[in-house]
């Protein structure tokens, strides 16, 4: 059974930080691709930023929105992939989720592309 639980979510001012994690457990070893979507209160869920791997090294893709401030990364010992949040603005208070593809093989920006979803973590920013 395929579990993703996140962590680190919480309650911030303007101009913090957070680290997002995402516990992965089940995964088959096809699994390539994992990414982090947002969705805010009354809007779509949208997407964030993913990350892909494989003996050629790792992909990395970014939403306009957080390009230079947001960072993805996985340890692959640990089946833990992180998203470190740096000046974050109101804007950014979502719920995060974390997804994980059997079967894309590149950091897809598609939520349609993500087979497993997390539970979600919620971010709050305060202006």
């Known amino acids: 059974q395929v579990q993703l639980v996140e962590s680190g979510g919480g309650l911030v001012q303007a101009g913090d930080s957070l680290r997002l994690s995402c516990a992965a457990s089940?995964?088959?070893?096809?699994?390539?691709?994992m990414a982090w979507f947002r969705q805010a209160p009354g809007k779509e869920r949208e997407f964030v930023a993913a990350?892909?791997?494989?003996?050629?090294?790792?992909?990395?893709t970014y939403a306009d929105s957080i390009k230079g401030r947001f960072t993805i990364s996985r340890d692959n010992a640990k089946n833990t992939v992180w998203l470190q949040m740096n000046s974050l603005k109101p804007e950014d208070t979502a719920v995060y989720y974390c997804?994980?593809?059997?079967?894309?093989?590149?950091?897809?920006?598609?939520?349609?592309?993500?087979?497993?979803w997390g539970q979600g973590t919620r971010v709050t920013v305060s202006s």
């Open positions: 997804a994980a593809t059997i079967g894309a093989s590149y950091p897809s920006t598609s939520r349609y592309d993500y087979d497993y």
């Open positions: 990350i892909s791997w494989g003996s050629w090294g790792s992909s990395v």
């Open positions: 089940g995964l088959p070893s096809s699994s390539r691709a």
